[in-house]
């Protein structure tokens, strides 16, 4: 009898094939000597661990996480948020929390350079959505950015420095 696998609905690891993209570009970025950015850890509190497995067992959120990750290049201050959709269409901007998007504004007010980089699953191509870009479609109460501003407005990244995604070569940082 064959084998039948349902399509699991969880978010928990949506967005990691990305993350890992990024995780090693900022490595490469810090051998390299041109950035140091790092990834920006949700803030949690432990309630309980398991003794035998030495696992958490109950957590909670001590306070609403920032951006994925910041820090300075050149000179200059980045944050960015990772986002990652399977919606060839369009990037929903339910994938952007509210208090993410304050965050960057707050970032770019003290003169920060600040983006979401998108990734296109089905395209499999990875775009730098700049902030005032984002505030555009965000203060108007847009539902969706569409895929084709990525194609038309947007910065392609591509590889380069030996790496998959090479976003600071995109941004010209």
Request: aromatic share 12%.
């Amino acid at each position: 009898m064959a084998r039948v696998y349902k399509k699991r609905n969880s978010h928990s690891n949506r967005g990691k094939g990305l993350e890992m993209y990024i995780d090693q570009a900022i490595e490469r970025y810090r051998l390299l000597k041109v950035a140091v950015i790092e990834r920006n850890e949700i803030p949690i509190g432990i309630n309980k661990v398991d003794p035998k497995t030495n696992k958490i067992t109950d957590a909670f959120f001590k306070d609403k996480a920032t951006v994925d990750y910041s820090g300075p290049s050149r000179g200059q201050f980045l944050a960015f948020d990772a986002k990652e959709t399977e919606d060839k269409r369009k990037f929903p901007l339910k994938n952007l929390h509210n208090h993410q998007y304050e965050r960057l504004k707050e970032y770019m007010e003290q003169g920060g350079v600040c983006f979401l980089l998108v990734h296109f699953k089905e395209h499999h191509e990875t775009y730098i959505l700049k902030y005032w870009d984002l505030a555009v479609w965000w203060e108007e109460g847009a539902k969706s950015i569409p895929y084709q501003f990525f194609k038309d407005k947007c910065i392609k990244c591509g590889p380069g420095r030996n790496l998959p995604i090479d976003f600071l070569a995109a941004l010209n940082v």
